[in-house]
T-cell receptor, first 113, second 113 residues
């Protein structure tokens, strides 16, 4: 039973346009959410995070939105650049755990020049 | 700072063989984690450690053992490898307070034939 779901395995976007990556979760105990980016043959790297007490967090071109009632979060990248092409993982931390994260299955973003 | 390093980068094992994957971090992190990544499955937690001398099971611990004899090292062992353990293995580490961000190593690609 996947508690963190990324239902779109892949997404293609034109350079300069907005990329929207989505993530849904089922566990009401999740209180902190993170997005990671992963290039081929490398480990995931942290991108941006949001606490459940907020509904938006922005860092440069990256914005994460959290809709707790819908148990949904999204990552917006504006404007998208070819270097953003990577696999993006959504992750969540449960208030009932230590510092463990539960990851989604990832979305491959391709930004076309 | 090297961050999180993993040894080896690649390995091919025959069914029934054993091996140990080494993870080292130089950030003085208390917490360390071992994940496996399989296609369509995201990152799944195998074992983790909240400090030197302590280990705990994650989501998919069967067939693996771990040890944390030194704070900077976290070893993952496969006693009798099976084809189902063919995967990419990632080690990560994190602080024990503050941000829930985890820092990942570059991964080890293991193939069991």
């Amino acid at each position: 039973d996947q508690q963190v779901k990324q239902n779109s395995p892949s997404l293609s976007v034109q350079e300069g346009r907005i990329s929207i990556l989505n993530c849904d979760y089922t566990n009401s105990m999740f209180d902190y959410f993170l997005w990671y980016k992963k290039y081929p043959a490398e480990g995931p790297t942290f991108l941006i995070s949001i606490s459940s007490i907020k509904d938006k967090n922005e860092d440069g071109r990256f914005t994460v939105f959290l809709n707790k009632s819908a148990k949904h979060l999204s990552l917006h990248i504006v404007p998208s650049q070819p270097g953003d092409s990577a696999v993006y993982f959504c992750a969540a931390r449960s208030s009932g755990s230590a510092r463990q994260l539960t990851f989604g299955s990832g979305t491959q973003l391709t930004v076309l020049p | 700072n090297a961050g999180v390093t993993q040894t080896p980068k690649f390995r091919v094992l025959k069914t029934g063989q054993s091996m140990t994957l080494l993870c080292a971090q130089d950030m003085n992190h208390e917490y360390m984690y071992w994940y496996r990544q399989d296609p369509g499955m995201g990152l799944r937690l195998i074992h983790y450690s909240v400090g030197e001398g302590t280990t705990a099971k994650g989501e998919v611990p069967d067939g693996y053992n771990v040890s944390r004899l030194k704070k900077q090292n976290f070893l993952l062992g496969l006693e009798s490898a099976a084809p189902s353990q063919t995967s990419v293995y990632f080690c990560a580490s994190s602080y024990s307070v503050g941000s829930y961000e985890q820092y990942f190593g570059p991964g080890t690609r293991l193939t069991v034939t």
